[in-house]
């Protein structure tokens, strides 16, 4: 009998490490097959919250916020371009890349919680941004985004005109602050066990069968 794994996800959608987080999280409960039942729900964070509607330059961005010079940068990227190709993702980011505002994407994820079809946009939303260069604070691709994984593309709109969901977002952002999450991606197995970054898929697989194990009363040696 599969056990019932109850995950939530904490992440921003322009958060490199978020998308090697999520597809070696999605391999390890492929290789677990039958043994859980897992339900994976996407928590709002944001990286950049205060970034304007313009965006920034991704190099001129790392080098103000960590102090990273364009070389270090560069070899961040080429890591991460490597991770996601373990994983099966293509990152086309480069140094000419732009960073941008996430909070509408954040309200449109919310309502795609709501129709059952969360994880699809955020999947769009990883591939969209890091493998074709779009913008996810742009209104326009964000309803296209959401038409094209089955959502009411009207209804995208009507939500991106208005504020609508904008009060369920930033109380989410700020309980799993509160809870002690300050970095991305942030991974929270059965609101009670934590692993944080982009780990390798046998991590998860790891940690998944530990906290399966202690759910029956069992151990792992």
């Known amino acids: 009998m599969s056990t019932p794994l109850k995950i939530d996800f904490v992440s921003d959608v322009s958060c ?21 039942q897992a339900e994976i729900r996407f928590q709002p964070f944001e990286l950049n919250p205060k970034m304007g509607p313009e965006g920034q330059n991704i190099t001129e961005h790392i080098s103000e916020k ?6 270090q940068s560069q070899k ?3 890591m991460i371009r490597a991770r996601g190709a373990e994983v099966g993702f293509a990152f086309r980011t480069d140094g000419n890349s732009r960073i941008y505002n996430t909070f509408d994407a954040h309200r449109l994820l919310h309502w795609a ?3 059952g079809l969360q994880f699809n946009l955020k999947d769009a939303l990883f591939k969209a941004y890091f493998s074709e260069g779009g913008n996810p604070s742009d209104h326009g691709q ?11 593309r009207q209804r995208a709109e009507e939500i991106l005109a208005s504020d609508e969901f904008a009060k369920e977002v930033r109380e989410e952002e700020q309980l799993w602050l509160s809870r002690g999450v300050s ?8 609101g009670q066990y934590a692993v944080s970054g982009g780990q390798p898929v046998e991590t998860f697989v790891g940690a998944i069968r530990q ?3 202690e759910a029956k ?4 040696n």
Do not use: H
């Open 217 to 220: 009363g069992g151990t792992v």
């Open 76 to 78: 961040n990227r080429e």
């Open 183 to 190: 970095s991305v991606p942030t991974v929270v197995f059965n």
């Open 16 to 36: 490199p490490w978020c998308v090697v987080g999520l597809y070696s999280l999605t391999r390890a409960l492929d290789l677990l097959g039958d043994e859980v």
């Open 66 to 71: 960590y102090g990273s010079t364009p070389e």
């Open 113 to 115: 919680g709501l129709e």
């Open 211 to 213: 906290i399966m194990s």
């Open 142 to 152: 964000l309803a296209q985004l959401a038409e094209s994984v089955g959502l009411n």
